[in-house]
């Protein structure tokens, strides 16, 4: 008898993050402890990312990817979607909702993480510059605009469409980055959204997880880490 093959993602060596499982592995791993799939981890140092052997897996140089037999991904957004064509728990069976639950992912990664993103760059890449704080309520107003929209369509439902999907677990980890903003905080709706996502309990596996490695004391030769 074939023995499943046990995936293999890639995460940072150390996250920048210092742990707080903002690094695109942890959706990655989120999806894979709701699928109750086993999965193994090789950390990856920012210099081999660069390299050669890794670029072969992801033409970017960046983490995270994913290998099942001769299969190769990268981008978090087709992994997690992946997993979750295998997994009810994430898809439903029924098309449309399935559809819908995929409308979200896309909605997560296309229409909520760019202004999420574009807050980042402007803090951590151009926080020097003159024009930054000026520059500053604007990026911050985008967000709103979209957290404003999302908590209107929310409204005191659980999760965006019936029961939870891998449109919730993408959407609710694209805004995990927004946590230390405080602009969640300005949006109940969605701050206690967030809330219980990370309240799952494979969410706090996959947190745990990547804590574990961050905050490991010896270092792990890269290529050797598990999880
Ligand atoms: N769109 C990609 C983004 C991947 C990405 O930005 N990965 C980050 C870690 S979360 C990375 O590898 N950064 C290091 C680098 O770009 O050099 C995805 O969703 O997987």
Redesign the pocket.
């Known amino acids: 008898m074939t023995q499943p093959t046990i995936p293999t993602i890639t995460a ?1 060596e150390r ?1 920048p993050d210092g742990g707080k499982g ?4 942890t959706r990655v791993r989120w999806a894979l402890e709701e699928a109750g799939q086993a999965y193994e981890v090789r950390l990856v140092s ?1 210099a081999a ?2 390299q050669a052997a890794h670029r072969a897996l ?1 033409p ?5 990817t994913y290998e099942e037999g001769d299969l190769v991904l ?4 087709a ?1 997690v979607l992946h997993i979750a064509q295998q997994h009810e728990v994430l898809l439903p069976h029924d098309a449309d909702a399935r559809a819908r639950a995929i409308t979200w992912m896309f909605a997560a ?1 296309n229409t909520i993480e760019p202004p999420i993103l574009d807050l980042q760059t402007a803090k951590i890449l151009e926080g020097d510059k003159p024009w930054c704080e000026q520059r500053m309520p604007l990026v911050k107003d985008r967000i709103r605009q979209r957290l404003g929209e999302l908590s209107t369509r929310l409204g005191d439902a659980d999760w965006l469409d019936g029961a939870f999907s891998v449109g919730d677990l993408m959407m609710v980890s694209v805004l995990l980055r927004l946590r230390a903003s405080g602009l969640l905080d300005e949006y109940p709706t969605i701050a206690a959204y967030v809330a219980r996502g990370e309240g799952r309990p494979a969410y706090q596996r996959a947190f745990a997880a990547q804590l574990a490695l961050n905050t490991r004391k010896e270092s792990v030769p890269a290529g050797n880490g598990r999880a």
């Open positions: 940072f996250s903002l690094a695109r592995d920012f990312m660069k992801h970017f140089g960046q983490v995270p990268f981008e978090s957004g992994i990664l």
